[in-house]
């Protein structure tokens, strides 16, 4: 088999599923915890990546909000995303459109507006540096309350021009997405679009959830979908976009393994899969890797690969002309 990896570091793709708190390297952990004096359960850069074996999702978040817990100013957003941002770049990124989980940091004490702003400056810097545009997707905390997610729209207020869309992460199980049906509602009425991880443990009625009652623009993840073949006709039927994550799959257990992923199947049946990291610092590669592994398990071509970024471009949230700009990008890469 010829080495796909030059081919696909190069291809110019949008990363639409990416908590920018999940990009948190150990090494950047460590910098933090000393420059803010914060004490961390690991005494190593390797204990802490000893500690990520994971065998499902709430093994994984646990860590995850353990590990959020270094990030207290705003020079720290700024630095966490500008490091996401040059990884990305490295990886033909072209367009990133990166969740944020606001209660994480409120819950803490951390200003929403220390978030916020910290991230915003790095995506200016990105795109003045790197060429890299990006977007925001404010998440929503599915195990809290869906008064808490109403005070965080709250919140979000003065920055709302500068967010593209609202999300639903954290635990699935027993967090249908029903729960927050009016909170979507009202991110709707202002314009933002919607997306929801869904079917990633919880069953194929949290996507139909998601579409009925969040009437989402995209699915994360959506893996259980594929249970449920009238869910597959019309997911395929809309032209839903899913936001895949092989690696996070694997690492949480989704899939026992890489070879039995189902990401061409869902190209099969005619969905619009799109492949994205999810948590990098925890799942072990950024997106190229998460191409490059997932094509080598399930013996992808250039052509799928070339869809996959196709895929990324058209399920992204960027107006009409920016995603025909793009396109062409990937065209002409797809033509060389
Ligand atoms: N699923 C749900 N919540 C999350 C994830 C995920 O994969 N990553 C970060 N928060
Ligand atoms: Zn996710």
């Known amino acids: 088999m010829t080495d796909l990896a030059p081919f696909i570091a190069g291809l110019p793709k949008a ?3 990416l908590h920018i708190e999940g990009s948190l390297e150990p090494e950047l952990m460590f ?3 000393q420059r803010n004096q914060v004490a961390i359960p690991y005494a190593s850069v390797e204990e802490v990546r000893a500690a990520y074996a994971f065998s499902n999702l709430q093994d994984f978040l646990d860590i995850y909000y353990a590990g959020a817990d270094v990030l207290r100013t705003r020079a ?3 630095d966490l995303a500008m490091a996401y941002f040059v990884r ?3 990886d033909g990124v072209i367009h990133a459109e990166i969740m944020f989980d606001p209660q994480t940091h409120t819950d803490r004490g951390i200003a929403f507006a220390d978030v916020i702003e910290g991230l915003l400056s790095a995506m200016s810097m990105a795109e003045a540096e790197l060429g890299l545009t990006s977007s925001l997707i404010l998440s929503f905390l599915r195990h809290l309350s869906e008064e808490a997610a109403f005070a965080t729209l709250e919140a979000a207020q003065p920055w709302i021009d500068r967010i593209a869309a609202v999300g639903l992460d954290s635990s699935e199980v027993g967090h249908p997405p029903e729960k927050f049906a009016r909170v979507f509602a009202a991110a709707r009425a202002q314009g933002l679009k919607i997306t929801a991880h869904a079917g990633e443990e ?3 009625e949290y996507v139909h959830q998601a579409l009925d009652l969040l009437q989402t623009d995209r699915i994360d993840h959506g893996n259980r979908a594929l249970e449920d073949p009238a869910l597959v006709a019309r997911l395929a039927a809309e032209g839903m976009t899913l936001t895949v994550c092989p690696l996070s799959n694997l690492k949480l257990c989704v899939v ?3 070879v039995d992923h189902p990401l061409d199947r869902m190209l099969a049946l005619g969905l619009k899969a799109t492949v994205n990291s999810d948590d990098p610092a925890y799942f072990g590669g950024y997106v190229a890797e998460n191409y490059r592994a997932v094509a080598e398990a399930r013996g992808l071509t250039r052509n ?3 869809t996959l970024a196709r895929n990324s471009f058209t399920g992204s949230f ?3 002309e920016a995603v025909a700009a793009n396109l062409a990008k990937l065209e002409a890469y797809a033509a060389m």
């Open 318 to 320: 960027l107006p009409p």
């Open 256 to 258: 026992d393994d890489l």
């Open 88 to 90: 990305a770049a490295a």
């Open 15 to 17: 990363e639409l599923h």
């Open 31 to 33: 910098e933090l915890a």
């Open 76 to 78: 720290d957003f700024h």
């Open 202 to 204: 919880g069953p194929p």
């Open 304 to 306: 799928d690969l070339v």
